[in-house]
């Protein structure tokens, strides 16, 4: 079984540039979550889907937004990039039960502002 | 809101020997769900253990397991035997029913041979 798959692995912008992040969940999954890791801060809350809808929504300005397709794919976009927008960005799945048996994380998408 | 904390950015542990990792974390929910996650160099994040607050019981996976204080809002992991493959950073993490995972900052763990 293919697991969380994430695209690209790395990807280097240039500030006030657009990125746009993929992510595939694990067959079955209907939840897709994105995370924030940059250095020294732990895993932070992005965005949550679930069949198709946003469920919740972390605490960050609005030029981060994304979307989840028909299939259950996901893609994270975000606009006018600023230097502090480095960081790895996580993507995680659950099953319809709702994540109470834990996500299923990809090996994430380095992105870099320079 | 919920929150958890991992007051150690650091620990190490001689290979073959046990160690402990902290975490506490804050709710006022009384059913809920607690995590312990291993992110390797590789950056994927992997399910150590998993405990549901409504269990007496503490989880056991293998070398991992939990020591969870429902009262105290407790849940560390103690890793017995320790192996050099242990060596990653690692996540405490806190549910509740219908929401998101909400992780503490982690601690690095090393293994010296």
């Known amino acids: 079984e293919a697991g969380v798959t994430q695209s690209p692995t790395h990807l280097i912008k240039t500030r006030g540039q657009q990125a746009t992040l993929r992510c595939s969940p694990i067959?079955?999954?209907?939840?897709v979550y994105w995370y924030q890791q940059a250095l020294g801060l732990g895993l932070q809350f992005l965005l949550w889907?679930?069949?198709?809808?946003?469920?919740n929504r972390g605490n960050f300005p609005p030029r981060f937004s994304g979307r989840q397709f028909p299939n259950y794919s996901s893609e994270l976009n975000v606009n006018a990039l600023e230097l502090e927008d480095s960081a790895l960005y996580l993507c995680?799945?659950?099953?319809?039960?709702?994540?109470?048996?834990?996500?299923?994380f990809g090996s994430g998408t380095r992105l870099t502002v320079v | 809101a919920q929150t958890v904390t991992q007051s150690q950015p650091e620990m190490s542990v001689q290979e073959a020997e046990t160690v402990t990792l902290s975490c506490t974390y804050d709710?006022?929910?009384?059913?809920?769900?607690l995590f312990w996650y291993k992110q390797p160099p590789s950056r994927q994040m992997i399910l150590v253990i998993r405990?549901?607050?409504?269990?007496?019981q503490n989880a056991t996976e293998n070398r991992f397991s939990v020591n969870f204080q429902k009262a105290a809002k407790s849940f560390s992991l103690k890793i017995s035997d320790s192996q050099l493959g242990d060596a990653a950073m690692y996540f405490c993490?806190?549910?509740?029913?219908?929401?998101?995972?909400?992780f503490g900052k982690g601690i690095t763990l090393s293994v010296r041979p």
């Open positions: 995680a799945s659950s099953d319809p039960r709702g994540g109470n048996y834990g996500y299923t």
């Open positions: 067959s079955g999954h209907t939840s």
């Open positions: 889907y679930d069949e198709g809808e946003e469920r």
């Open positions: 709710t006022s929910e009384s059913d809920y769900y």
């Open positions: 405990q549901e607050a409504y269990k007496q």
């Open positions: 993490a806190y549910k509740k029913a219908n929401s998101k995972l909400t």
